[in-house]
């Protein structure tokens, strides 16, 4: 079984520009995920999707970040227009029911805004 | 406000001896906690569980003990190993009381197992 993969593995742009970080789940999990890990500081959550609706996005950080999952499949999150605290470790996860156990992430986006 | 915390960033142990890592949390609807263990350069996957309504699970060399009064947890590796040196993040749920399903971390202690 394919594990959740997440691209690019690594993104190096300007203050200002955008990004688009992509990740496509575990086929069949209907739950994903995104994290963000800025440096040395905790692992937060930004969103959940269930299918293709957003369940919680009460960690959303403001409107430069938009997340989208088209069709219940992959997921993508913009940033737009980044700005230097935005740097961080994406992490996307994806599980089949509500299950920590199921819980699998991805190996991350490593962001960097300069 | 951080409401999972992990005092310790960095902790080496001889290879045989156990290893505790430690965790602190101030929310007290977390129902539901877990230690992921990360390797560079990879996602954070999962090593072990415990519900609120217990105080201990073993697996292997891994337990993990739950303290609700002290609002603390630990993380004990016997006997430790090279291949355990990653860094381990606790994590919290508060699932049944609010019905959300995301994880409230730590920021991660770095295990050195010294061969």
């Known amino acids: 079984e394919a594990g959740v993969t997440q691209f690019p593995s690594h993104s190096v742009i300007e203050k200002g520009q955008t990004v688009t970080l992509r990740c496509d789940p575990i086929s069949g999990h209907d739950n994903l995920y995104w994290y963000r890990r800025v440096m040395g500081k905790e692992i937060k959550f930004l969103l959940h999707?269930?299918?293709?609706?957003?369940?919680?996005e009460s960690g959303m950080p403001n409107n430069r970040f938009l997340a989208e999952r088209t069709g219940g499949t992959y997921s993508t999150l913009k940033v737009q227009p980044a700005e230097l605290e935005d740097s961080g470790v994406y992490f996307c996860?994806?599980?089949?029911?509500?299950?920590?156990?199921?819980?699998?992430f991805g190996s991350g986006t490593r962001l960097t805004v300069v | 406000d951080q409401q999972v915390k992990q005092n310790s960033p960095s902790l080496s142990v001889q290879e045989g001896r156990i290893s505790i890592l430690n965790c602190d949390y101030t929310?007290?609807?977390?129902?539901?906690f877990l230690w992921y263990k990360k390797y560079p350069a990879e996602g954070p996957t999962f090593l072990i569980s415990i519900s609120s309504i217990k105080d201990k699970n073993e697996d292997g060399r891994f337990t993990v003990f739950l303290n609700k009064s002290a609002k603390h947890l630990s993380l004990h590796i016997v006997p430790s190993q090279p291949g355990d040196s990653a860094v381990y993040f606790c994590a919290a749920s508060a699932r049944v009381g609010t019905g959300a399903n995301n994880l409230f971390f730590g920021t991660g202690t770095r295990l050195t197992v010294i061969p």
């Open positions: 999707f269930v299918k293709e609706s957003k369940q919680d």
């Open positions: 996860a994806s599980s089949q029911g509500t299950s920590y156990y199921g819980y699998t």
């Open positions: 929310n007290s609807m977390f129902d539901y």
